[in-house]
């Protein structure tokens, strides 16, 4: 039987509700060889992540589950915000984690501006309340949504997105400083790789080209928001300029509708080895 991957999961470091070690459990229960921590704009999680798997597994018990650190990055693209995954950054390397750490309290300053907003919609939340929901994760959206949904303001997440806080709705803030470049310069200088994530959701076909010259060097086809004609178009993307591909399923735990999503997009484990490849040219 193939390896089975997933390298596109957040915890509660960002907007996911597992914790680090709760995502590994998961992981191992299905039997999943390799995953990767991506949390928004935060490798807080990795740590644990590691840990738990060697944990689980100790050098030379055979079974262990590869961690792949990773990261996914809010960045700004032709004045619209998308999503950029790092992979396999050194965490520690000192210009990237403190771009982090920046990023964390511009977060906590945008999620204020937006509770300042629904406010004036009516709802009636605090910005305390939303850090409760957050705890030491970087806050974002979903939290605020939640925030919103006790309250009864709003019934559910996709009420709160498409009335408030979506793109396009009335109480969003751009959560993005980094252009893509940046964004590249900041994951390759500490030794990763950079992967466009799930374009369907965000990105226009016709923007490919741009990203790749700005120093996109892979594309997110498999994902849990991408239909199998979707995925095999962003495939064929790839191949024609010879980019990587990744996959995930883009887990957070219990936040979204559809329940724990961890395993259930299939990736080829040969996309990890050729992700691994290019990790190592950089290292090289
Ligand atoms: P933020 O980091 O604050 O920009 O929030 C990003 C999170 O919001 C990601 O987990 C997205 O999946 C989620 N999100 C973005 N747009 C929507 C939407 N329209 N409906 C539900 N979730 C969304
Ligand atoms: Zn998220
Ligand atoms: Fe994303
Ligand atoms: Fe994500």
């Known amino acids: 039987m193939e390896p089975r991957i997933d390298l596109h999961l957040h915890t509660f470091h960002s ?16 039997g999943l060889s390799a995953i990767s921590i991506t949390d928004h704009d935060t490798v807080a999680g990795v740590p644990a992540a590691l840990k738990a798997a060697a944990d689980a597994a100790p050098a030379g018990s055979g079974r262990a589950l590869e961690i ?19 992979y396999g950054v050194r965490i520690e390397e000192p210009a990237f984690s403190a771009f982090l750490d920046r990023m964390r309290e511009y977060r906590l300053d945008r999620i204020r ?36 949904i006790r ?17 396009n709705a009335p109480c969003f803030v751009k959560g993005a400083t980094l252009t893509v470049p940046d964004a590249v310069r900041l994951i390759r200088d ?8 799930h374009p369907h959701r965000l990105v226009e076909d016709g923007w490919i080209p741009g990203l790749v010259e700005e120093g996109i060097q892979g594309i997110e086809a498999y994902h849990s928001d991408h239909p199998p004609a979707v995925a095999e178009k962003y495939r064929r993307m790839a191949g024609e300029r010879g980019l ?9 735990g219990m936040r979204k509708q559809k329940g724990p999503l961890i395993g259930s997009v299939s990736v080829p484990y040969e996309r990890l ?5 290019a990790m190592r040219r950089l290292a090289a």
């Open 190 to 197: 500490a030794g990763g790789v950079a992967v466009l994530a």
């Open 113 to 148: 501006k937006m509770v300042d907003r629904v406010r004036e919609h009516g709802a009636d939340v605090s910005c305390e309340e939303v850090l409760a929901i957050s705890g030491p994760g970087t806050v974002g959206r979903p939290h605020l949504a939640e925030a919103m």
């Open 244 to 252: 990587l591909v990744t996959g995930g399923s883009d887990c957070h």
């Open 68 to 86: 792949l650190p990773g990261v996914e990055m809010t960045v700004l693209f032709r004045d619209r915000e998308l999503h950029v995954l790092g």
């Open 151 to 167: 309250k009864g303001f709003v019934g559910s997440l996709k009420e709160a997105f498409d009335r408030y806080l979506g793109d």
């Open 273 to 277: 080895e050729r992700l691994r490849d």
């Open 15 to 30: 907007d996911g509700t597992f914790s680090p070690e709760e995502v590994v459990r998961r992981a191992r229960e299905l």
